[in-house]
């Protein structure tokens, strides 16, 4: 086992910051699915989440209010970000793509779910210049970040005394 | 969802410069910090600095569709305090922050934090095994009514390590032991315990209550959950009930497969796995989700807010007692009616070795001694004191004295009262934040009443 992974909170807000839209490879039509859940919560924070599911794109299936893409080449620019929720397997094809589209489609990072690691994938997204996180949940980053996973009495390890704003959702709000 | 819950929900991720962004220590934060940060910030609304009491049974939705996601899990919020609450949660999350935990989650007492802590585990006709070292109350809880949900308990000497092994080898899911056992003086050794159960894919669960964070971290020896009686030394002024499961966060319950409580489906939450789901947060998602709410055993936020206060002085009461404790018990050991004093922080301890590892800030404030004259004798002592409570209690600011075989382990029997430390002559002793001359005094003149 490769040796653990450490990402500044710093690097992850801001790239939870300047993201607004994510393609999520291996979305999930079904509600009760992981991918569904991160999908959901990310639309309600304000993100643009556009599904990667060829299944649900030859079958004309949208999810959670947006049309599923049969590829990455299919969803529409701007990708800010490519999420990849499928097996470490799978990763490096997805990533080689990402990368071979991330001019057209002004893809900025690449973000590997919660359990998915390839470290050939990341060597080659960074020598890309893509920034990528990998082991990590957005929504969960996302909750631990912003307070919400501490709710639940998780260790978000945030501490400041600073009072947070409340502020907007970032990005366009969610697309019904 | 509204725009309304939007603005709301939405807050900006803004971490506060933290720079070192290690998830597991606070940032690279000190224990002292953390103590009094960790868990909770100002209120973005209104601004309070202090944790604010959250005295409320049940929250609010923004609309229908928020309700439905806060009810799947599918998104973080508060429904109905019995599951959670945010002051509750402050607590939680420092308590995890202190052990260096993945999640904690806040039980109505000691007892019911172990309760929680075996819940997800254990099914019925399962077993784990318990150290014999353990105070009375866990002896009776696991031997008495854990056997009405048909889980069995087999204790076990953890200084005989192949009898852990055996243990182990019949089916034991789980290890219990307190890092520092109540009554008397001994210390675990955990770093072996966590090889064997680690080799056996069973989990090593390690009450805390005694020791504390600030003296031990059992997450660092290779300990898996982690229990607290918060009533103890974390709230520290004899206030309130309250307890905590703190999970590592490293147990891989998907890859064990012996816990299907967390990685298989769980059919109230339409199959939802919670170890696909929520990675190294399953435990503690499932104790909040699943655990309290169908054992209900939640603690009350005004309790979280006292054990909060507590927690801010954690270090410095802990060296005070530590400090007192050492000077009590060395002059214990001088007097002619103390047939023996069992504290590792003495010369003569045969687990101050075993203290120097595991605690080396100190062997902590409770400990036992033997008075001449068995079970009367420790009686009469008791009942002299003017300044030492009489009382069944622990970890308070205030001195505690108390007669442990006619009281806190009377349910046991002569051999189980034997191995925990509780014979007929023991006298057990919380040392508490007074004067230590005056605490000595105190002794004194109770051992001549003896």
Redesign the interface.
């Given at each position: 086992m490769a040796s653990a992974l450490h990402y500044s909170d710093a690097l992850i807000a801001g790239v939870l910051r300047r993201v607004r839209t994510i393609a999520m490879v291996g979305a999930s039509p079904n509600w009760k699915r992981p991918s569904n859940f991160a999908m959901k919560y990310l639309q309600g924070k304000g993100y643009r989440v556009i599904p990667v599911n060829p299944r649900a794109a030859a079958g004309g299936v949208s999810i959670l209010g947006e049309k599923a893409c049969a590829s990455l080449d299919e969803a529409p620019a701007p990708v800010d970000m490519v999420d990849v929720f499928r097996g470490s397997g799978a990763a490096l094809g997805i990533v080689r793509e990402a990368i071979r589209l991330r001019e057209e489609k002004r893809i900025q990072v690449v973000w590997m779910q919660l359990g998915v690691r390839n470290d050939e994938a990341a060597a080659e997204a960074a020598a890309a210049g893509l920034t990528v996180i990998m082991d990590r949940c957005p929504k969960i980053e996302y909750g631990r970040l912003s307070g919400e996973l501490g709710w639940g009495g998780v260790n978000s390890g945030v501490i400041s005394s600073r009072r947070q704003r409340l502020a907007p959702a970032p990005g366009r709000g969610r697309q019904r | 969802?509204s725009e309304e819950?939007?603005?709301?929900?939405?807050?900006?991720?803004?971490?506060?410069?933290?720079?070192?962004?290690?998830?597991?220590?606070?940032?690279g934060?000190g224990f002292e910090?953390?103590m009094i940060?960790?868990?909770?910030?100002?209120?973005?609304?209104t601004?309070s600095r202090q944790t604010p009491i959250h005295q409320t049974s049940a929250y609010a939705f923004h609309d229908a569709d928020h309700a439905a996601?806060l009810f799947?899990?599918?998104?973080?919020?508060?429904i109905y305090s019995r599951l959670?609450n945010?002051t509750?949660?402050?607590l939680?999350?420092r308590i995890?922050?202190l052990e260096g935990?993945?999640?904690?989650?806040?039980a109505a007492s000691g007892h019911a934090a172990q309760v929680l802590a075996f819940f997800p585990l254990i099914e019925a006709g399962e077993r784990f095994a318990a150290s014999n070292r353990l105070y009375g109350g866990s002896v009776t809880q696991f031997s008495r009514t854990f056997p009405k949900f048909d889980w069995r308990c087999d204790f076990v000497d953890t200084e005989d390590l192949s009898a852990v092994e055996a243990v182990l080898a019949q089916g034991a899911k789980a290890l219990f032991v307190e890092s520092l056992a109540n009554p008397g003086g001994v210390v675990t050794d955990l770093e072996p315990l966590a090889e064997r159960t680690r080799a056996a894919g069973a989990l090593l669960i390690v009450d805390n209550t005694l020791a504390t964070p600030w003296l031990c971290r059992p997450f660092e020896w290779g300990a898996d959950l982690i229990v607290h009686s918060t009533t103890k030394f974390l709230s520290g002024n004899g206030t309130v009930i309250g307890g905590a499961v703190v999970d590592s966060g490293r147990f891989d319950w998907s890859a064990s497969g012996r816990f299907p409580g967390l990685s298989g489906p769980e059919p109230a939450y339409?199959?939802?796995r919670f170890s696909?789901?929520f990675?190294d947060?399953a435990f503690?998602?499932h104790s909040?989700a699943v655990g309290l709410r169908d054992l209900g055993a939640s603690m009350a936020p005004m309790n979280a807010f006292l054990t909060l206060l507590g927690l801010e002085t954690l270090a410095l009461r802990m060296e005070r007692h530590c400090r007192n404790a050492q000077v009590v018990a060395e002059w214990l050991e001088g007097h002619p009616k103390v047939s023996w004093v069992s504290y590792a922080g003495l010369k003569s301890s045969p687990y101050r070795d075993l203290a120097a590892k595991y605690m080396p800030e100190g062997a902590g404030s409770v400990f036992t001694f033997g008075v001449r004259g068995g079970y009367e004798a420790g009686i009469r002592v008791v009942e002299a004191c003017d300044l030492f409570s009489h009382l069944a209690n622990v970890g308070d600011a205030r001195s505690l004295i108390i007669h442990p075989a006619s009281t806190t382990h009377r349910q046991l029997s002569d051999e189980q009262r034997a191995a925990a430390g509780a014979g007929p002559d023991v006298v057990r002793l919380s040392i508490g934040l007074e004067t230590v001359d005056d605490l000595i005094r105190d002794l004194d003149r109770a051992l001549a009443a003896a």
């Open positions: - | 969802m819950a939007k603005q709301e929900a939405g807050s900006e991720a803004d971490t506060g410069g933290d720079g070192d962004g290690t998830r597991e220590s606070g940032g934060l910090t953390r940060h960790a868990g909770v910030g100002p209120d973005p609304v601004g996601s799947n899990l599918q998104t973080f919020g508060f959670g945010p509750v949660a402050a939680e999350e995890a922050s935990g993945r999640g904690a989650t806040g339409h199959g939802l696909e789901t990675g947060l503690t998602v909040h």
